[in-house]
Structure formats: C-alpha cells, structure tokens
C-alpha cells in the first residue's frame, strides 16, 4: 500500500496550497482518510478527515472555516484545500487510510509527508 502525498511548499501568510493523496482504489474503498500534521518540535495532530462512501467530514478547531477537505473516487484522490494559511499551520502533512469508514483510532497506512511552509 502506498499513499503519495504532494503539493506542499512555501506560502506568504494569508495565501493558499492544496495538498493531494493519491493510492490505490483498493486502499481508500470503504476506507476513511485523513490529514495529519507535525510542527518542529510537537507531537502529530490531526487535521482533518473524510468518510470515502458518504463523504462527511470532520476538522481540528485551529482549521474549520479555512481548510476543506474532499475526495476524487474517480481518481482515488483525496485532497486538502488549505486557504488563509498561518505561520502556525506550518508543519510537514501526512496523509493516512484507516481500515473502516470511520475516522476514529489510529489510521493504518501512512504515506510520506509533505513539507508547507507559511511566512509571515
């Protein structure tokens, strides 16, 4: 199983990024995805996550009303949208499948991360 995440990259405060994880339809069929995120020094927190069937999503309180996730099934894509980006959202992202619909416990596959970077 392989999760390849990319779009990451340096932004001025205030700009936009929309990061891509692609695998295989068998890994994210019936399967939960989400994002992750680890700034320099903490602990990796959650960031958002998205049901594949149904399509409901969840987020981190720091990034409602500003991020967005969502799903391609066509092209086994999921995708986080990342507008009015902070300093503080600086942190390599990860994307990662769960085994089950829902976005609950640890996910099982995890794919490599993606560095973004926002300045002030």
């Known amino acids: 199983v392989q999760l390849q995440a990319s779009g990451g990259g340096l932004v001025q405060a205030g700009g936009s990024l929309r990061l891509s994880c692609a695998a295989s339809r068998r890994t994210f069929s019936n399967n939960a995805v989400a994002w992750f995120r680890q700034a320099p020094g903490k602990g990796r927190e959650f960031v958002a996550g998205?049901?594949?069937?149904?399509?409901?999503?969840s987020y981190t309180d720091s990034v409602k009303g500003r991020f967005t996730i969502s799903r391609d099934g066509a092209k086994n894509t999921v995708y986080l949208q990342m507008n009015s980006l902070k300093p503080e959202d600086t942190a390599v992202y990860f994307c990662?499948?769960?085994?089950?619909?829902?976005?609950?416990?640890?996910?099982?596959?995890w794919g490599q991360g993606t560095q973004v970077t926002v300045s002030s």
């Open positions: 990662a499948s769960y085994i089950g619909a829902s976005v609950t416990g640890d996910p099982r596959y």
């Open positions: 998205i049901t594949w069937n149904a399509g409901r999503s």
